[in-house]
């Protein structure tokens, strides 16, 4: 359990910078009648006039008042609370934050009670877990086929760009003639793009991206794995490459307590992580760290690494196209507006969702500089550079409603019986919520012989065994599949979900939309609704009976660390 001092500062969030922000006032009066019921108590302990049995009704009397009192006050703090802060409460994704929003008190309750609950799911289960697990890995089809790809980019430096909030839907989209994203359009002409591709986050967003691009397995059911299991033992992309030689770093100029980093990215075989620490905080936007200064100087960093070490593999994680999507000076202002007969209409501008545009554009100026600043260091020639969205932006239906169906006679939507309306339904929703990935590298021959679009359904599970075949590596635990094998597969969500190239299953409603029109193979749905169900329940318990722990002895794995 983590014990917060009443001196902390929340800079990063900027949402406390003093004592007095943390200490609300909701959490001095749960502090004050504690105190006013000791202090009462003792009176009523004190000797008077009154008989033993008059006291005792009064004391209890006025304890109950107390209590009740102290139930109401809860009750009303719950009631306030917006259903984004039970989830920030539940995830714990970022300390600080939880400590100004809801007080010290209140912290250290949550706090308590989600140290305890990884401790308690362990206690029963542990062998019957064991043998399912055992059972899946030994009855499954092998995983690890070659293709045209097999080792491809054997003995290649890596860097992997972890774009904050970046959809796929954004590729190749124009506001006013303007490309949104004109350097992911050029990479994924001239690479490897990956068209269908899910992140599969749950409560821990971002850091669920990086738990499972890392170790091929499904974020806990329960919690952040970045929170609550951090002390597992864990079979990472990352350790697997340093036995091949491979140094390899993080890097990310947010705290690096934010989401646990500091630990996981140790846990999970990073040699370095250059955090917050490491960087010169000379340009911000939004939440820190301009991603163009984030780029100039990690490049720095890289140079430095590419002379030291043989070969590298590194993550850069950005950080400016996060919500809110507030606009930035440095951002490159886009005409969000529409005109009709010379008239001028509002459209996108002032909404959340062209805000989220504006971002985006700047974000994505930033990855042609990264590839620049690669370029002019000599290192280009001999990196791949990998790109994924780690999650979705999280924009409303209601926003999309007003992009697609934009009525500028009455500055609204169109009414649904309108013959251009397009429907936005909870399918449509769910299959925007793809990100992109791209695979590239500067390489003629590959560009010419091997760039193609990949259409297969495919998710963040997916990433690492497809990647590292093509780095001539594999990990034999991975619950993902290497995509070039694969011509239908079966991306699963951590909320019972799944998506196929064919369907998309509601596992809350137990339905499904046909994504094309042909006819199913019989029981296609159940069958993968039962290997959705399997998955989620294998993933579960490697992770929270630390399943690898128990099959790695001590020693080995010490000495492998």
Excluded: C
Excluded at 391 to 409: C, E, M, P
């Amino acid at each position: 359990m983590t014990f917060i001092s009443f001196a902390l500062a929340n800079g990063d969030t900027g949402d406390a910078n003093v004592v007095g922000d943390l200490i609300s006032f909701k959490s001095l009066i749960l502090l004050w009648l504690p105190i006013a019921l000791i202090v009462i108590n003792k009176i009523l302990k004190k000797k008077n006039k009154e008989d033993d049995a008059f006291r005792r009704v009064k004391k209890k009397h006025i304890i109950k008042t107390i209590y009740t009192w102290i139930l109401i006050i809860f009750i009303v703090f719950m009631t306030s609370l917006k259903p984004v802060d039970f989830s920030r409460l539940y995830s714990q994704w970022n300390r600080e934050y939880l400590v100004s929003r809801f007080g010290v008190y209140m912290y250290q309750i949550n706090d308590m009670i989600k140290s305890i609950e990884p401790k308690m799911a362990t206690l029963f289960g542990q062998d019957k877990a064991n043998r399912q697990i055992n059972e899946f890995y030994e009855n499954r089809e092998t995983n690890n086929k070659k293709n045209d790809y097999t080792n491809i980019f054997k003995d290649k430096n890596v860097i992997a760009v972890h774009a904050e909030s970046m959809q796929n839907v954004l590729i190749g989209m124009k506001i006013n003639g303007v490309e949104i994203t004109p350097n992911l359009n050029k990479l994924s002409s001239s690479g490897l793009y990956f068209n269908n591709f899910y992140s599969q986050v749950s409560f821990g967003t971002s850091s669920d991206t990086e738990f499972t691009l890392a170790t091929s397995l499904l974020p806990v059911s329960s919690g952040s794995v970045f929170i609550n299991y951090s002390d597992r033992t864990y079979v990472s992309m990352y350790n697997l490459l340093k036995d091949q030689g491979y140094y390899t770093f993080s890097m990310h100029a947010n705290t690096g307590d934010f989401w646990n980093r500091n630990v996981m990215h140790k846990n999970l075989g990073y040699d370095k992580f250059y955090s917050k620490d490491s960087y010169e905080i000379d340009e911000e936007v939004g939440f820190g760290l301009s991603d163009e200064s984030f780029i100039k100087q990690s490049v720095e960093y890289i140079a430095q690494i590419n002379e030291e070490h043989e070969k590298f593999y590194g993550t850069l994680i950005t950080l400016s196209n996060h919500t809110p999507f507030d606009y930035n000076e440095l951002f490159e202002k886009l005409d969000l507006t529409m005109t009709v007969d010379g008239e001028t209409y509002p459209y996108m501008e002032g909404t959340k969702l062209g805000n989220y545009f504006v971002s985006a554009h700047y974000a994505d100026a930033q990855l042609g500089l990264l590839v620049e600043e690669l370029d002019k260091k000599g290192i280009l020639d001999d990196t791949i550079i990998v790109i994924y969205g780690d999650h979705d932006a999280r924009i409303s239906t209601s926003q999309w409603n007003r992009f697609y169906n934009y009525d500028y006679k009455t500055d609204d939507v169109l009414d649904s019986s309108d013959p251009n309306y397009k429907e936005l339904d909870y399918y449509w929703q769910e299959l925007n919520r793809k990100v992109p990935l791209i695979i590239w590298t500067n390489d003629e021959e590959f560009q010419e012989n091997y760039s193609k679009t990949v259409s297969t359904a495919m998710g963040m599970y997916d990433l690492s065994p497809t990647l590292l075949n093509m780095l001539g590596a594999k990990n034999e635990y991975a619950l993902g599949s290497d995509i070039m094998n694969k011509k239908d597969n079966v991306v699963v969500f951590p909320n019972g979900n799944y998506v196929t190239n064919y369907v998309y299953y509601n596992d809350n409603k137990g339905e499904y939309k046909l994504l094309k029109n042909v006819p199913l193979e019989e029981n296609y749905i159940e069958e993968n609704k039962q290997y959705t169900e399997e998955l989620i329940d294998i993933s579960n318990d490697i992770i929270v009976y630390n399943y690898f722990n128990n099959i790695f002895s001590t020693a080995d794995y010490k000495e492998e660390k």
